[in-house]
């Protein structure tokens, strides 16, 4: 395929594996963010992301190799990118005003992408000024360890980007999901959703402790994290931000956020990032006993 520069904006977790998995793949990377401390924090966490992997033989070049091929910066720098891919946070508005200043500043071929875990993609591509090179890009966290991503079909994507998305995936060395349906939540979050609003609604009713769900998911299902050690990693703002939003777009009460996870976001309890979610964190990270 025909890529040679990848643009990222949006720095956080999402934005900061997607570029690492990109520059991994040989493309030079251009990462945006309005926030200097988060290109700060990403490019420190790709380059201990990929100390790890070197040291355990997983990657074929040196670190200082991947890392020469990603530049930040809190411009967006796109005029030569081959594909853009927005990875700011899950709120409607501001996607749309990211998306709009993007394909603004993008050239005519320029294929852009939103990385959105739940808003279906033609809401977002009205954004743009050529919703037929709009295409969903689905990442999974965190982005070097997880294999699939999902490519998703807009309204008005045409069929040749939807196989550049697919392509892309590839060359980052993932397998790609299509999804053929422009559908809220895409395919495999709306299989997860319910297990997760599930098990919060069952710790709602006191019949079993966070712990005990997360133990009991991991050795019946073989799963290698339960759903609240998973969601203190992804964010519980972020979670209750995909729950609304599938549920504001298909008005089905399955999907409708548990009140003790939007109590916890109220409550600033947004998992590891804040020290407190489902359990407790200490300043390096690991969780308190
Ligand atoms: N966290 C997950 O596990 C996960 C998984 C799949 C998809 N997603 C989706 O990926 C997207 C990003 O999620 P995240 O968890 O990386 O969020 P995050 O909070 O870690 O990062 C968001 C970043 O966007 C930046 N930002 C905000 N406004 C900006 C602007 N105007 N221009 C440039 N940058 C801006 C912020 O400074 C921040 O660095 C969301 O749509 C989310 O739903 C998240």
Redesign the pocket.
């Known amino acids: 395929m025909n890529i040679k520069k990848v643009c990222i904006?949006?720095?956080?977790?999402?934005?900061s594996g997607i570029a690492q998995v990109s520059a991994q793949a040989g493309l030079s990377v251009s990462l945006?963010?309005?926030?200097l401390q988060?290109l700060e924090k990403a490019r420190n966490s790709i380059k201990s992301s990929l100390t790890k992997f070197a040291e355990k033989g997983k990657i074929k070049e040196d670190v200082n190799t991947v890392m020469s091929r990603i530049k930040t910066s809190t411009d967006y720098e796109i005029a030569d990118a081959d594909l853009v891919i927005e990875?700011?946070?899950?709120d409607i508005k501001?996607k749309h005003?990211?998306l709009k200043k993007i394909s603004s500043l993008a050239s005519a071929k320029t294929i852009i992408a939103s990385?959105?875990?739940a808003i279906p993609i033609s809401r977002l591509a009205v954004a743009t000024s050529c919703p037929e090179q709009f295409l969903g890009l689905?990442?999974?966290?965190p982005v070097p360890m997880m294999m699939t991503v999902e490519v998703i079909r807009g309204l008005s994507t045409t069929e040749k980007v939807l196989q550049f998305g697919a392509d892309f995936v590839r060359l980052v060395g993932k397998e790609p999901l299509l999804v053929h349906r422009d559908i809220a939540g895409f395919v495999l979050n709306r299989i997860n959703m319910l297990t997760n609003i599930e098990a919060a609604r069952l710790v709602e009713q006191g019949v079993a402790t966070p712990e005990d769900i997360d133990k009991g998911v991991r050795l019946a299902f073989g799963r290698k994290m339960g759903p609240f050690e998973t969601t203190d990693m992804?964010?519980l703002d972020?979670q209750l931000m995909?729950y609304t939003n599938v549920y504001e777009e298909e008005k089905e009460m399955r999907f409708y956020p548990p009140s003790i996870l939007r109590q916890k976001v109220y409550a600033g309890h947004l998992g590891r990032k804040t020290g407190k979610g489902w359990y407790e964190y200490n300043p390096d990270g690991t969780r308190k006993k």
């Not at 904006?9 to 934005?15: E, P």
């Not at 945006?32 to 926030?35: E, P, Y």
């Not at 990875?87 to 899950?90: D, G, K, M, W, Y």
């Open positions: 904006v949006g720095s956080g977790m999402m934005g945006c963010d309005i926030s988060m990875a700011v946070f899950e501001l005003e990211v990385n959105t875990s689905h990442f999974f966290s992804v964010g972020v995909a």
